[in-house]
């Protein structure tokens, strides 16, 4: 019983020691910075669901909008083709 309650303490230690490293990171400056990014370019493409796709800030697609899977990666080939074509 006592190997049970040692390990036990450990685990809750451990599981402390991990929340708060990822409680530290994630309210970091840089990470911080990275999801406001994230935010202000979802806003402007208007992304509405997921998942969505945008091709060199220019296309926008999405499994909706595609009306399919298959669709979707003919049209993602497609517009990075013609991108990879233009530089």
Known sequence: ALVFRW???LA???CWCISFKFEATYRSFGV??????ARDR???YGV?????FVVNGK???SLGSA????RLFAILDKL???ERTNK
Request: proline content about 3%; charged content about 20%.
């Open 7 to 9: 390990s036990g303490y």
């Open 12 to 14: 809750s230690r451990l």
């Open 32 to 37: 911080q910075m990275q999801l406001a990014r």
């Open 42 to 44: 979802t806003r402007d």
């Open 48 to 52: 509405e669901g997921v998942p969505s």
């Open 59 to 61: 296309y926008m697609t």
């Open 67 to 70: 009306h399919g899977e298959n």
């Open 80 to 82: 990075i083709a013609g």
